[in-house]
T-cell receptor
Framework: RKEVEQDPGPFNVPEGATVAFNCTYS??????FFWYRQDCRKEPKLLMS???SGNEDGRFTAQLNRASQYISLLIRDSKLSDSATYLC????????????FGSGTKLNVKP | GAVVSQHPSRVICKSGTSVKIECRSL??????MFWYRQFPKKSLMLMAT?????????EQGVEKDKFLINHASLTLSTLTVTSAHPEDSSFYIC??????????????FGPGTRLTVL
């Protein structure tokens, strides 16, 4: 079983729509979680950390469900510039040198 | 701050040749750097952890004699793909953590090197 799994998509949504992605992880002892954004043929860039209580950054909301072992990313009022692949990252307990990446969910925001 | 560069950004080579990729932390010192490989539509897979002044730690299934890593200074790690073959064609990305910033948990990624082996 993969450490981290994501629906590859693509999610095709119109501008202004709200879209949500989930990411499941297999190691219940995982301690830290992030969402990264990767544009085509570019390096990943940190979008936001995921905190236990859930957190929001502008139009983006991240949530963690430890019981069901998944994290989610909600994007409100989608912009064309949000089109990218969103990678979830899971870090096992005590080891920030181990980043486990999901394969990414592709989002296409259309005018 | 926390900028990581890679060189070259793209390389095309013949099968059997060796290719060296450089990863530099430009505005911070990185005792530890990471090398990832990403195949099309796949996730980034950690290949090895590069430690300044000591041997790299390779992930299971990654051949250390095939992918030579040298981390000779606090700002430079190199990955050499020896005797490259077409199946080594991939996107190679390095990253580093900046322990002097308030974001020590974050990995900062280089722009990647796209390797094509003919």
């Amino acid at each position: 079983r993969k450490e981290v799994e994501q629906d590859p998509g693509p999610f095709n949504v119109p501008e202004g729509a709200t879209v949500a992605f989930n990411c499941t992880y297999s190691n219940s002892a995982s301690q830290s979680f992030f969402w990264y954004r990767q544009d085509c043929r570019k390096e990943p860039k940190l979008l936001m950390s995921v905190y236990s209580s859930g957190n929001e950054d502008g139009r983006f909301t991240a949530q963690l469900n430890r019981a069901s072992q998944y994290i989610s990313l909600l994007i409100r009022d989608s912009k064309l510039s949000d089109s990218a692949t969103y990678l979830c990252v899971v870090i096992p307990q005590g080891d920030f040198n181990k980043f486990y990446f999901g394969s990414g969910t592709k989002l296409n925001v259309k005018p | 701050g926390a900028v990581v560069s890679q060189h070259p950004s793209r390389v095309i080579c013949k099968s059997g040749t060796s290719v060296k990729i450089e990863c530099r932390s430009l505005d911070f010192q990185a005792t530890t750097m990471f090398w990832y490989r990403q195949f099309p539509k796949k996730s980034l897979m950690l290949m090895a952890t590069s430690n300044e002044g000591s041997k790299a730690t390779y992930e299971q299934g990654v051949e250390k004699d095939k992918f030579l890593i040298n981390h000779a200074s606090l700002t430079l790690s190199t990955l050499t793909v020896t005797s490259a073959h077409p199946e080594d064609s991939s996107f190679y990305i390095c990253s580093a953590r900046d322990f002097t910033s308030g974001r020590a948990h974050e990995q900062f990624f280089g722009p990647g090197t796209r390797l094509t082996v003919l």
